[in-house]
């Protein structure tokens, strides 16, 4: 009987050590041929809850959160350690409301306004065009301002465009000076409308089509130099290829520089789930939608490659993240969610996809910065936290800029129930200065992974590192406890001849450099 148990145990160790052995990477070193634009790091602000509102504004007159010009400094610092590229305002669903020029000039002169699409609460315009290009300015990103179609007027645009980009003498540039800003802050990223198919207007996409044409029609006409504006049509939601087709199909390619799409992983939008004390089921359903983004992002380029082979235009995921149940307790219409080790793996996961898809993949969205959905940044009056998902961002911004080096990924499963998924997911670049950079994402929250890497054109001998983990998925920073989850240096790889050789402990995210 003991002879027999010896024989079971020495299968069962030989079965798993096979199983932990499956995980195969190829890292093809010498054949990087496209840029990881910066521009896939972005964020999202908008006027939600208390996104702009006690995230990242609290006013000028505010003496116990130090702040410039009613700028938090402490979110300030935060994001500019993060390199945030570009930061979309002011919405989602508010721009297609939103009149610009209700939020220019004297402050008590604003009007007042209802934010009907997030909890009808009072908007009084105290942070408008100036108050954001100016925060931009301050933090680093540059701006994309995403433009109201839905209700506004052509004109309005294009107002809104000579306003912030017009150098010379004209009505709308003559109006910044006069409001304080002599020149102009010059962006280059506008938004036509956003989901056009919804809140933008539950159009078609052949009637958005010619609306498009027209506003981008006239908002080419102010820029300085005349340097070329980025306009980015509202794209699809997630799977709806049918609008992407039509875009492309219908907008002429010397008018479009990019087309959106937003796929948020949501597991039911009745019942979304809990933010921090979700089941593994439901953890299991999230990663599945999250890793929906690769078919999604592949589906909706290949379309795009139809009609533009040369990939000029991009697509811009400029809505992406978890989305939970609020916390309870908090106004439904403000979107305020914590955000734990699941959102960290999601957001590591869904930045692989992006930089496997960087050739039409060049620029993203992160919905929201702070304070709503799945936010980088948590503010509680003066108190600040990041959130496993800022540290994500942190610890891959390697990646921004460099190039991105083809990586073939062959992965364990992650079994729940009778699903599976690919339990680790890989991606790597080389930076300006040489150095190689390998980012890699255990999602299986009950076993480590093991995964051999071949590594083939980099010239390194040593490997070093950092590893975002916690003993439970759950796990999230809080206010009374917010460095629970954060980067530490990661002994866990090794290099020798061209094979580099990782362990990932359960849900971590892991950012290696070769040297
Ligand atoms: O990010 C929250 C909302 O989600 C945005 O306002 C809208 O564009 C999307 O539906």
């Known amino acids: 009987m003991k002879h027999l148990l010896t024989i079971l ?61 009613g700028v938090r400094m402490d979110v300030v610092n935060a994001l500019k350690k993060m390199k945030i590229p570009n930061l979309r305002w002011p919405g989602g669903c508010f721009a297609d409301t939103y009149q610009w020029k209700d939020g220019i000039g004297p402050k008590a002169n604003r009007p007042k306004i209802v934010n009907v699409w997030w909890g009808n609460v009072t908007e009084d315009n105290s ?87 027209q506003s981008a029609t006239f908002m080419n006409a102010s820029f300085e130099n005349n340097e070329r504006l980025f306009r980015i049509a509202s794209g699809a939601s997630d799977n709806d290829y049918n609008w992407t087709e039509t875009l492309m199909r219908e907008i002429p390619h010397n008018m479009l520089e990019g087309i959106a799409m937003h796929h948020y992983s949501v597991i039911d939008w009745k019942q979304k789930g809990p933010s921090t004390t979700f089941t593994e089921e439901l953890y299991f359903k999230t990663m599945k939608e999250a890793l929906l983004m690769d078919e999604l992002v592949k589906r909706h380029s290949t379309i795009m490659d139809k ?97 991105m080096l083809p990586v073939e990924v062959q992965s364990n499963d992650y079994t729940f129930g009778n699903e599976k998924l690919p339990a680790i997911s890989v991606s790597a670049s080389r930076d300006k200065n040489g150095a190689v950079h390998v980012s890699l994402v255990n999602i299986d929250p009950n076993k480590a992974q093991e995964i051999t890497i071949n590594v083939t054109g980099v010239n390194a001998s040593g490997v070093t590192g950092r590893i975002l983990t916690s003993a439970k998925v759950q796990d999230y920073n809080t206010f009374e406890n917010p460095n629970k989850i954060q980067p530490a240096a990661f002994s866990g790889a090794s290099l020798k001849n061209n094979t580099l050789t990782v362990k990932l402990p359960p849900v971590s995210v892991v950012v290696l450099e070769l040297k």
């Open 307 to 403: 009609y533009d082979p040369a990939k000029k235009v991009a697509l811009v995921v400029d809505e992406w993240g978890g989305w939970y149940d609020v916390e309870p307790s908090t106004n439904p219409g403000f979107l305020f969610q914590q955000n734990t080790m699941r959102d960290a793996v999601l957001a590591g996961a869904t930045l692989n996809i992006f930089h496997k898809y960087c050739e039409r993949v060049r620029m993203a969205n992160l919905a929201q910065v702070v304070n709503v959905l799945q936010s980088v940044i948590l503010t509680n009056e003066e108190k600040m936290i990041l959130t496993p998902t800022y540290h994500v961002l942190e610890m891959y911004n390697v990646h921004q800029d460099a190039t």
């Open 127 to 213: 942070f408008g065009t100036h108050d954001f290009l100016n925060m931009c300015e301050l933090i680093g990103p540059e701006p994309y301002l995403a433009g109201n179609v839905g209700s506004g007027t052509v004109k309005d645009l294009a107002d809104w465009v000579q306003y912030v980009n017009f150098k010379g003498v004209s009505p709308m540039s003559d109006l910044r000076a006069k409001n304080g800003r002599e020149n102009p802050w010059k962006v280059r990223y506008w938004g036509v409308g956003n989901e056009a198919w919804g809140c933008g207007g539950n159009m078609k996409p052949d009637y958005y089509a010619n609306i498009y044409r």
């Open 9 to 69: 145990c020495g299968i069962f160790l030989f079965v798993s050590s096979t199983v932990f052995a499956q995980n195969k990477v190829t890292l093809s070193g010498d054949l990087g041929k496209h840029t990881i634009n910066k521009h896939i790091y972005g964020h999202f602000a908008e006027h939600l809850g208390k996104c702009i509102y006690g995230g990242l504004y609290v006013g000028e007159n505010n003496t116990k959160i130090p702040n410039k010009d």
